[in-house]
Structure formats: structure tokens, C-alpha cells
């Protein structure tokens, strides 16, 4: 009886000893368990982040290539503006230029003379005239130069009125085309001769106070001819033709 009882110490010993090499080993089991999901956890946060930063580096490159897009588009729209100034500009000055070269057209008849005083006017009545004033005076003192009021040919040249007459002293007539001609009277000195060409402005002689004159001046006429009988209102001539007279 005695050794029955004794005999089941050591097999209840064995029994926790199995027990406890289970439990070590669920332990250990649960604890690399554990490891294993922290090592999920950590790859999946790494994945997550890496993604996070791919796409910033997309919306970075996406908003530089728009900033490019939109500088370009203002650098376009800058030279077009710049382009459409320049233009502009070229055209204004190509403008003002053809008004310049207009003006000078229109001008290019001048005063005969400068630092004048107007003194007896066309068709004005007059002792001093046989018939009403055939031209107008222009008062200066004796020795002013005279220039061509325009261009031309001179056709008449000298003395004795240059072939019209006593009354107009010394005289010069300057033939312009379509049939217009200027007349130049009572000069004390002619630098000119027939069939010579003179420029607008060019001097031609020295104003005077020869032929039938009552003091030092000028007497200016536009004709339709080269002779006495076709002259037509000079101041209002050459008001037409831009000369502030």
C-alpha cells in the first residue's frame, strides 16, 4: 500500500515541468509574435511615408512647370507690348516725318525778304501809280539781301525795269513753272543773270530805292507771265502756299 502512494510524487513533477516549458515557449511565441507586427507596422509606415513624399515631389514639380508656363506667358506678353510700342513709335515718327516733309512741301515758297514792314499792298490806288499797285512793298532799308521766293529760272535781269519799264528801277523776274513768276523791283544791286537757276532762298540782289520809289523798300509781285500787266495779289499767293506774310 505504502509504495502505491509514494510512487506519484515524480509524475505530478513532470507533469508542471511539461507545463511550464509550454508556457515559456507560448511566451516566447507571443513575444516574437509581437516583434514581427512591429516590423509590419514599421515597413508599412515607411511605405506610407515614402509615398507622402513622392507625390510632394510631384505637386513640387507639377507647380514649378506651371510657375514656367505663366513666366513665359508674361515674358511673351511683354515683348508683344514691347513690339506693339515699338511699332508705335515707328509709326508716330514715320507720321510726324511725312508732316515734316509736307510742311516743308507747303513752305517752300518763303519771304523775299526778312525784318520787313509792309507798306503799299496790291491793287491799292495811288499817286505814285499810273494804274492801281501792281505788287507789294515790302519796307526795308536799302542793301537788305533779296532772295528767290522759290525756285527757278531767272528770265529777266538788269535795268530799266528789266525790260518793264523805267518805274521799276532795277528789277529781276524769276520764271517757277505752271505758269507763276516773281518779280523783284527797285533793287540797288542784281546778283543774278538771265538763264540762271536759283534756289529757294538763294540771294539774288540787294533791295534799293531805284526807279520810281519814294524811299528804300522792296517791290514784290507773282505773275501769270514774265511781263507787267499779269500780276495777281502776292501776299495772298504766298499765304496759300504756308508764308505768313
Request: charged share 15%; glycine share 10%; no cysteine.
Amino acid at each position: 500500500m505504502f509504495e502505491r502512494v509514494t510512487s506519484r510524487f515524480p509524475r505530478t513533477s513532470a507533469t508542471r515541468t511539461r507545463a511550464a516549458v509550454l508556457a515559456a515557449g507560448l511566451g516566447t511565441s507571443v513575444v516574437l509574435g509581437v516583434g514581427v507586427a512591429a516590423a509590419v507596422d514599421n515597413t508599412a509606415a515607411s511605405g506610407a511615408a515614402g509615398a507622402v513624399q513622392a507625390q510632394a515631389a510631384a505637386q513640387s514639380k507639377a507647380a514649378e512647370a506651371q510657375a514656367k508656363a505663366v513666366q513665359a506667358q508674361a515674358d511673351k506678353a511683354q515683348k508683344a507690348a514691347e513690339a506693339k510700342k515699338a511699332a508705335a513709335a515707328k509709326a508716330a515718327q514715320a507720321k510726324k516725318a511725312a508732316k515734316a516733309a509736307a510742311k516743308k512741301k507747303a513752305a517752300s515758297w518763303i519771304d523775299p525778304v526778312k525784318s520787313y514792314k509792309l507798306s503799299a499792298s496790291f491793287a491799292q490806288n495811288g499817286g505814285m501809280w499810273a494804274h492801281k499797285h501792281s505788287g507789294q512793298d515790302y519796307a526795308v532799308p536799302t542793301g537788305t539781301p533779296v532772295v528767290a521766293a522759290h525756285g527757278g529760272t531767272v528770265v529777266k535781269a538788269g535795268g530799266n525795269g528789266a525790260g518793264d519799264g523805267p518805274a521799276y528801277g532795277n528789277a529781276i523776274v524769276i520764271k517757277h513753272g505752271n505758269k507763276t513768276y516773281s518779280q523783284y523791283a527797285h533793287l540797288s544791286s542784281v546778283n543774278v543773270k538771265v538763264g540762271q537757276v536759283v534756289k529757294t532762298g538763294q540771294k539774288i540782289a540787294s533791295s534799293g530805292n531805284t526807279g520810281n520809289s519814294s524811299g528804300p523798300h522792296l517791290h514784290f509781285e507773282i505773275r501769270t507771265t514774265p511781263n507787267y500787266g499779269s500780276a495777281v495779289d502776292p501776299a495772298k499767293f504766298l499765304r496759300s502756299h504756308g508764308v505768313t506774310v
